[in-house]
């Protein structure tokens, strides 16, 4: 007769052999893991394949190399002459003398070119949109093989810009990485590492003494400093972030690399209000405003799979309205500076639909429910001076984008001034 103690463990074994095969089944049906940058490399193949066409294999292979990387010094630290010296000793040149330096020119036959070619705009796609003087001046302008609008030589060709800022970065040919930034004399930090086309924007903002500037998105703080460190004497400068984490490296930005006490002597002001109401908190207030809007972040979106990658299962509906929320910001910004006064809009994406789309859709937007009218402003100058050291894509209609290339791999950044009217 068996024992209890016998029928007990033979029951336990068929009940760990069905748990077994149970959980064989499970696994044998659960599919792997979708990597949030997979998603988005696939949703880049699919999209950006009809945008570039052959061109988008090497704009790929750019995308998912190591970038490249630029010290903005600061000028605010003990000695910046001997921080720029010592750059300089690494092999690093200046951004506004080093043009003719960091990159031969480029033959004309070249899909995309280094030189600023301003694609010409086609009379029915103007229209369908806005009249011809609200997109790049006129709609129908011709622009010579050489990027220089005919009959209009003396503001298209290759001149300093008004407002100079204090950037250093390698040549073509050199891939170094800067080493790490050292407190000076004073304890704050010598140079800002950012990609050396995150100065565009700032560059185009066409800053003038005495102005009031709004960075409407100025999270994580690059561009606010860079602003910050421009040629210019300001009235003052609102960084407004919205994201807690972002206003949180925002603060560490500027006290990492601005004395104690410099900010309010300089008119920073740094706010956490939401962007899409500074339209009707403050309206007519400012000279300048930056939005440097929320974006899918093309390069981070391939290289980081965490939360912060906008193509992660839970920031699905994020992503779905992101377009909404760039069109409320820039249509905020063109409610809140003065009229006369400029707007610059700018993502780290090639999208379309988030650069131009975006564009056409907040001005159209600004107009139906605050008439307020907006013109393109033209940007051509600042892309001609820079054309032998970023690669600016051909097809922009407004606005001028910055493609990744190697192996001078920056960007993506896109970047379009908008003048108010009313």
């Given at each position: 007769m068996e024992t209890v103690q016998g029928l007990l463990s033979r029951r336990y074994a068929r009940l760990a052999l069905h748990q077994v095969r149970y959980k064989k089944t499970i696994y044998r049906n659960r599919k792997p893991p979708t990597w949030a940058s997979q998603v988005a490399l696939d949703m880049f193949d699919q999209y950006y394949t009809r945008q570039f066409g052959t061109r988008w294999s090497s704009i790929r292979l750019a995308l998912l190399s190591e970038p490249k990387h630029a010290a903005l010094v600061n000028n605010f630290g003990h000695d910046p002459e001997a921080v720029c010296a010592d750059l300089e000793a690494?092999?690093?040149?200046?951004?506004?003398?080093?043009?003719?330096?960091?990159?031969?020119?480029?033959?004309?036959?070249?899909?995309?070119?280094?030189?600023?070619?301003?694609a010409t705009v086609q009379p029915e796609t103007v229209e369908d949109s806005y009249d011809d003087d609200n997109v790049q001046g006129h709609g129908t302008r011709e622009i010579s093989q050489t990027g220089v609008e005919n009959g209009r030589d003396e503001e298209t060709s290759p001149s300093l810009p008004v407002a100079a800022t204090n950037l250093r970065l390698y040549s073509m040919a050199d891939t170094?990485?800067?080493?790490?930034?050292?407190?000076?004399?004073?304890?704050?930090?010598?140079?800002?590492?950012?990609?050396?086309?995150?100065?565009?924007?700032?560059?185009?903002?066409?800053?003038?003494?005495?102005?009031?500037?709004?960075?409407?998105?100025?999270?994580?703080?690059?561009?606010?400093?860079?602003?910050?460190?421009?040629?210019?004497?300001?009235?003052?400068?609102?960084?407004?972030?919205?994201?807690?984490?972002?206003?949180?490296?925002?603060?560490?930005?500027l006290r990492l690399y601005l004395q104690r006490g410099l900010s309010v002597q300089k008119g920073v002001k740094v706010t956490s209000f939401d962007g899409c109401r500074w339209g009707k908190v403050s309206p007519n207030s400012f000279d300048r405003v930056l939005v440097d809007v929320p974006c899918t972040t093309d390069r981070h979106s391939l290289t980081h799979d965490e939360k912060t990658n906008i193509f992660h299962v839970a920031r699905a509906r994020e992503r779905t309205e992101l377009t909404d929320l760039q069109v409320k910001l820039l249509s905020s910004a063109l409610a809140a500076v003065r009229p006369g006064g400029e707007v610059v809009y700018s993502t780290c994406t090639m999208s379309q639909m988030q650069n131009e789309g975006v564009v056409y859709m907040a001005m159209e937007h600004a107009n139906q429910n605050s008439n307020i009218l907006a013109e393109v402003a033209d940007v051509s100058g600042l892309v001609q001076f820079f054309r032998n050291t970023f690669t600016f894509s051909e097809g922009c209609r407004i606005g001028a984008l910055v493609l990744p290339s190697l192996p001078n791999n920056w960007g993506p950044m896109y970047f379009c001034r908008l003048r108010r009217i009313n």
């Open positions: 690494l092999g690093a040149v200046d951004v506004m003398d080093g043009q003719q330096a960091l990159r031969p020119a480029r033959r004309a036959k070249r899909g995309v070119r280094g030189a600023a070619h301003i170094s990485r800067f080493p790490p930034a050292q407190p000076d004399a004073d304890g704050i930090l010598t140079y800002y590492a950012m990609d050396a086309s995150s100065v565009l924007p700032v560059l185009a903002l066409n800053l003038n003494p005495g102005d009031i500037v709004l960075d409407m998105c100025a999270g994580p703080g690059g561009k606010t400093l860079t602003i910050l460190n421009m040629s210019v004497s300001l009235s003052g400068i609102i960084a407004n972030e919205p994201k807690s984490s972002r206003l949180k490296r925002l603060n560490q930005v």
